[in-house]
T-cell receptor, first 114, second 113 residues
Framework: DAGVTQSPTHLIKTRGQQVTLRCSPI?????VSWYQQVLGQGPQFIFQ???????GRGNFPDRFSARQFPNYSSELNVNALLLGDSALYLC?????????????FGPGTRLTVT | AQTVTQSQPEMSVQEAETVTLSCTYD???????LFWYKQPPSRQMILVIRQEAYKQQNATENRFSVNFQKAAKSFSLKISDSQLGDAAMYFC??????????FGTGTRLTVIP
């Protein structure tokens, strides 16, 4: 079975632009979470989606938004990019039973804002 | 607010030796879960081991084991018989039933041949 996949692998954008990152969960997983990992730090939680509904949101500005599709894949959108948005964006999928089962991470998308 | 602290930015260990990575956390919850994740240079985050707070027995996965001290809010990872492939960033993480993970800042482990 394929693991969590993310696209693109790398991305370079200019300040003020908008970006869309994509994630496909492991087959059978209905929950997708997004994390931001700034260089030298641990990942920080951005969003969690389950059954196309937002189930959790971290402390990020409204420039960050996400959605989940009927096939459980997900997109993360970031508007009006700032230099500080440069980071590795990780997607994780899990089974949802209301208990914190293991999250399986994708390889990430490296976003560079210049 | 939940916080996870890893006080060792870097650690090194000789191949075949044992190393312990430290983690402390702060929470007012009674039901929660703790994890150790490994992130090799290839970036893919991999789960190493998990511990349920309600279980008194420390979790073990092959060469990896934890020392969970609930009263002290401490959750250390012991790697026995260290191998070159163990070299990576190790992150301690915490979650409640909300399913989102809170991570520490990580410990970079170097394995010396």
């Amino acid at each position: 079975d394929a693991g969590v996949t993310q696209s693109p692998t790398h991305l370079i954008k200019t300040r003020g632009q908008q970006v869309t990152l994509r994630c496909s969960p492991i087959s059978g997983h209905k929950s997708v979470s997004w994390y931001q990992q700034v260089l030298g730090q641990g990942p920080q939680f951005i969003f969690q989606y389950y059954e196309k509904e937002e189930r959790g949101r971290g402390n990020f500005p409204d420039r960050f938004s996400a959605r989940q599709f009927p096939n459980y894949s997900s997109e993360l959108n970031v508007n009006a990019l700032l230099l500080g948005d440069s980071a590795l964006y990780l997607c994780a999928s899990s089974l949802w039973t209301g208990r914190p089962y293991e999250q399986y991470f994708g390889p990430g998308t490296r976003l560079t804002v210049t | 607010a939940q916080t996870v602290t890893q006080s060792q930015p870097e650690m090194s260990v000789q191949e075949a030796e044992t190393v312990t990575l430290s983690c402390t956390y702060d929470t007012s919850e009674s039901d929660y879960y703790l994890f150790w994740y490994k992130q090799p240079p290839s970036r893919q985050m991999i789960l190493v081991i998990r511990q349920e707070a309600y279980k008194q027995q420390n979790a073990t996965e092959n060469r990896f084991s934890v020392n969970f001290q609930k009263a002290a809010k401490s959750f250390s990872l012991k790697i026995s018989d260290s191998q070159l492939g163990d070299a990576a960033m190790y992150f301690c993480a915490y979650t409640t039933g909300a399913n989102n993970l809170f991570f520490g800042t990580g410990t970079r482990l170097t394995v010396i041949p």
